[in-house]
């Protein structure tokens, strides 16, 4: 009882946005799993480019607040996987990432 006190009443705790903050941006990272079902033509390249940015730049901040966030850090990190993800499936698709194929050469 005495350790989920201490936690209740942490710097880091479910009474501070230090908590909550990170829990609803779990909600991301939620939304793009699902969208890993879609088809990647539905895949919006520059929502998800600024979402990558996004979370790269909320995790520098994770990390330099103090006290660090880890619960925020790793959501964050969580949401930069999923976006890179999504976003390689959309260049893919567009063929940025294919194989090139060597073009004939003219005689």
């Known amino acids: 009882m005495a350790a989920f006190r201490a936690f209740l009443n942490s710097p880091v705790g479910p009474k501070t946005?230090?908590?909550?903050?990170p829990v609803a941006n779990w909600g991301f990272v939620?939304?793009?799993?699902?969208?890993?079902?879609?088809?990647?033509?539905?895949?919006?390249?520059?929502?998800?480019a600024a979402?990558?940015?996004y979370s790269g730049l909320f995790m520098r901040f994770a990390w330099m607040v103090q006290p660090r966030n880890y619960l925020l850090l790793a959501c964050h990190a969580s949401n930069e996987t999923v976006q890179l993800y999504q976003l390689s499936r959309w260049a893919k698709s567009q063929g940025y990432l294919g194989q090139k194929k060597e073009e004939a050469k003219p005689q």
């Open 17 to 21: 946005t230090h908590f909550w903050g």
């Open 51 to 53: 979402m990558c940015v």
């Open 30 to 48: 939620a939304a793009g799993l699902l969208d890993m079902q879609k088809p990647p033509e539905m895949i919006s390249s520059n929502m998800t």
